[in-house]
Every structure is written in C-alpha cells, then in structure tokens.
C-alpha cells in the first residue's frame, strides 16, 4: 500500500503493518472528534511516526498514485476533521 504524508512524500507500507496504524489512527479520530487538540497533536505525530517507522519511502521518480493520504503533521484539528471518513483517515 502506498501512503502519502501531504507535503513530505510516499511511503510503501506492507499489509500486515495496517493493523498497527489502524489502532495509531483510531486515537487521531477520538482527539479529532472530541475536539482535544492537544491529544490530537500527539495522536498525529505518533500516526505519522509509524507508516515512517513500518513503512519504506517509495521511489520518488515512480508516478504511482497513493491508496491512502495523510495530513501533514502540522495540521489542524479542524483540516483533519474534513478529511476524516466513517472509518478514520485509514480505512479498516
């Protein structure tokens, strides 16, 4: 799968990782939906920390399209409260 962090770049991360950065995921959409954003800073930078640790930067010559797209770290709580679904910023 390949995930972009917006403003940083791809990362492949392999199938079995996503259940990790589905349980990182799930505390960025409680912070978001609370409207905690200290949690949400902290939710964030550990979200983005994990496709970096689990994942591998993808080729940045390839022109292959992301599966997934994930806020930049600074981000605020209410840009990534748009780009949340049903189902957190990663689905599953």
Excluded: C, K, W
Excluded at 26 to 42: H, I, T
Excluded at 70 to 87: F, G, H, I, R, Y
């Amino acid at each position: 799968m390949i995930i972009r962090i917006l403003g940083e770049g791809q990362y492949d991360v392999s199938e079995e990782s996503m259940d990790e950065l589905n349980e990182l995921d799930a505390v960025v959409e409680s912070a978001v939906r609370a409207g905690n954003e200290p949690a949400f800073a902290d939710a964030l930078v550990e979200l983005l920390a994990g496709v970096r640790r689990l994942g591998t930067v993808h080729d940045v010559d390839s022109l292959d399209s992301s599966d997934l797209i994930l806020p930049m770290q600074d981000a605020s709580l209410a840009e990534v409260q748009e780009m949340l679904a049903d189902d957190g910023l990663i689905p599953g």
